[in-house]
């Protein structure tokens, strides 16, 4: 399992990537899975007000208990949801809502929210927007219609995000060395391949 | 007013030392005061998890109208607080919390924030954290028993985050430049120091 590690402008850029295809969407209001969806949001925020586009933050907070079972409604527990002393209940009621989470890895705590907004909150239409979409069997679906936003990545992969690390300089040191081993073995894939296709 | 451009790893950093002195706090709980304290928030949630101590956030939403009277209430909206439903009241009474922003400019937001958390949610006690504070007259007080933690800046300083950027690259130029010109000043004027110095 290869470590990944991003760097804040790596998840600035791939957010400003997604962000041309939100826009799209045209969300009234933004839901950020707590705590993993803060960053991404707020990020995100400042690039919709770039485009004319005023998209106020809500947030959830989930916790994932990860009892190996197929029932989504027994593992996740509500922290903090949408109050209805706020008046964000009606906030939310009839709206264009974009969950924002940071990874999608089994899809469990994001098919629980979509579901749980859908039961208890009445939005008009949804999407989903992630950082990184890990490619793998998901124990969880989301309803097609649905749109989805993210940068896929392996299934296997293990994301180091700047957000948890300890040692800023080091992590950004160990993202670019990847970036760096990347380049060179795509560079020797690609030269023994064109090697092998000379010889055939 | 000269602008001051901080990179997402300033911010890290800067929330890193203020990290070390957060965790003699011994905070239970953050509520980050959205968008802003959203990303501060889980950098020090991050932290605080690799010094041992785990500390959840929950998130509020408040609408700051700036009618330029003295009135705290008047001039500030929920736009999501701590709902009844979810449990979180309950998360929250009775324990250390951290309220958490990006930035205290004429302390309206936070001094809100504190009287209502003390008012409606009754915590045992509270500390605030912003990751920059503008040294100038503020418009409303915290309680002085109310520890603050924060990065001192110039009350005149026109801050740029990285969140509200467009271009990252550019953004990350300019704040570079800002340093070497401010490491330039600071020679030029310790070297006329020594100047004028030897020539009494």
Chains 1, 2 share one sequence.
Request: charged share 30%; glycine share 4%; proline share 3%.
């Amino acid at each position: 399992m290869a470590k990944r590690h991003y760097t804040y402008n790596d998840i600035h850029k791939t957010v400003q990537r997604l962000a041309d295809k939100v826009v799209e969407f045209k969300p009234d209001v933004m839901v950020a899975i707590g705590g993993g969806g803060f960053i991404p949001a707020r990020m995100l925020r400042g690039m919709l007000t770039a485009r004319g586009m005023k998209v106020p933050i809500f947030a959830v907070s989930l916790e994932l208990y990860d009892d190996e079972t197929n029932t989504t409604r027994s593992s996740v527990t509500r922290l903090q949801w949408l109050g209805e002393n706020s008046d964000s209940v009606s906030d939310v009621r009839g709206k264009r809502v974009l969950v924002v989470d940071e990874v999608d890895d089994t899809r469990t705590t994001l098919a629980y929210c979509v579901n749980e907004l859908q039961k208890t909150n009445q939005p008009a239409t949804m999407a989903v927007m992630v950082v990184h979409n890990k490619l793998k069997d998901k124990r969880h679906a989301l309803s097609d219609d649905i749109p989805y936003f993210a940068e896929n990545v392996e299934g296997d992969a293990w994301i180091c995000y700047p957000w948890e690390c300890d040692d800023i300089d080091e992590h950004d040191r160990l993202a670019l060395q990847e970036k760096v081993i990347e380049k060179a073995i795509l560079r020797l894939e690609s030269s023994l391949q064109f090697n092998l296709g000379s010889r055939r």
